[in-house]
């Protein structure tokens, strides 16, 4: 049988070919341009007929990122791939996990119906699981969610020396006393209101004990920047060091990143998102849990 072909949407080359490269698949070219009137054109350069297809495609920008992405699973299913995969390292629309006001759409359920329409498996990092438990209860495809966690821990241990791990928020809980586990090291969780999309209030619980120890903040994501910026002004009030930032997912609406920097913090990411923070790598973790789903004798694609 041929080689499982891994396919980059644009902006997705570098962890594709990594991808393809960790999992012994073939790198195949995907030409996508815009016609004058922005409709996309789509073309395989290498043949998808009776072969698993794995599409690579991070998903920052979700409405531009959508149709190129259904457009390249629906033609490898045309062709008569075997499979068609999804890797997302960051997956879009999961915090309107509710309606919060009457009238509003619950996005993250229509556009998990949408992806699961188009492809046959979704495997991705730390997804923002807040109100949903598992991925199951809006994915109807095999949904897969990894944790950056152990890869977290291993970068703070390999560089931190008395690092001090602390949570945002309550939703940060679950991966911050992880993480702090992992390392062997002292975790608090600060209580977050939240006003506006960019109005954040923090107290600062559990930082009384944080002495001359490195303060490291963990976040899934960071986009606007405003839960990261006021956790880093409330830790300075207690930290002598000046803490270091993580997010998993770099999102960094508007200027968000280079204000972090500018509060002398070290702002380091995950490459879920190709961003000049990026510094913990987690191809090999997703290349693992690609090589297992690629292995699973599953029945071929719709
Ligand atoms: C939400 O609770 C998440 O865990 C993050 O804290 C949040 O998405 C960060 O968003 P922002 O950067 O816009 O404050």
Redo the contacts with the bound molecule.
């Keep these: 049988m041929k080689p499982a072909l891994f396919v980059a949407l644009p902006g997705n080359d570098l962890m594709t070919k990594r991808l393809a490269s960790l999992c012994g698949g073939e790198n195949g070219l995907v030409e996508t341009r815009q016609f004058p009137d922005g409709e996309t054109y789509l073309r395989f350069h290498a043949d998808p007929a009776g072969r698993d297809i794995v599409l690579i495609s991070t998903l920052l920008h979700p409405n531009e990122a959508f149709l190129p992405l259904a457009f390249a699973a629906g033609t490898a299913r045309e062709l008569g791939a075997r499979r068609v995969g999804l890797v997302a390292p960051y997956l879009s629309y999961m ?1 309107q996990d509710r309606r919060f006001n009457p009238g509003e759409g619950t996005t993250s359920r229509h556009f998990a119906a949408l992806i699961s329409q188009v492809c046959d498996w979704l495997i991705t990092v730390d997804p ?1 699981l807040h109100r949903y438990r598992d991925l199951s209860d809006i994915y109807s495809i095999s949904a897969r969610a990894l944790h950056a966690g152990p890869v977290i821990a291993e970068w703070i241990k390999r560089g931190i020396g008395n690092p001090y791990i602390i949570g ?2 309550q ?2 809980a679950q991966w911050v006393s992880e993480i702090a586990k992992d390392c062997g090291a002292p975790f608090a969780v600060l209580r977050k209101q939240r006003l506006g999309d960019r109005d ?1 209030r923090i107290a600062p619980d559990g930082l009384d004990s944080i002495g001359g120890a490195t303060p490291v903040l963990v ?10 910026l006021e956790a880093i002004q409330v830790v300075k009030t207690f930290a002598k060091v000046a803490p270091v930032a993580i997010g998993v997912h770099g999102i960094f609406a508007s200027d ?1 990143a280079a204000r972090i920097e500018a509060t002398g913090s070290a702002l380091v990411t995950t490459n879920s998102i190709p961003h000049s923070s990026n510094k913990i790598d987690i191809s090999v973790l997703l290349g693992a849990a690609i090589g297992e789903r690629l292995r699973e004798p599953s029945a071929p694609t719709r």
């Design positions: 915090r923002h945002p928020d939703e940060s954040v976040d899934d994501i960071i986009s606007s920047g405003e839960t990261m968000s």
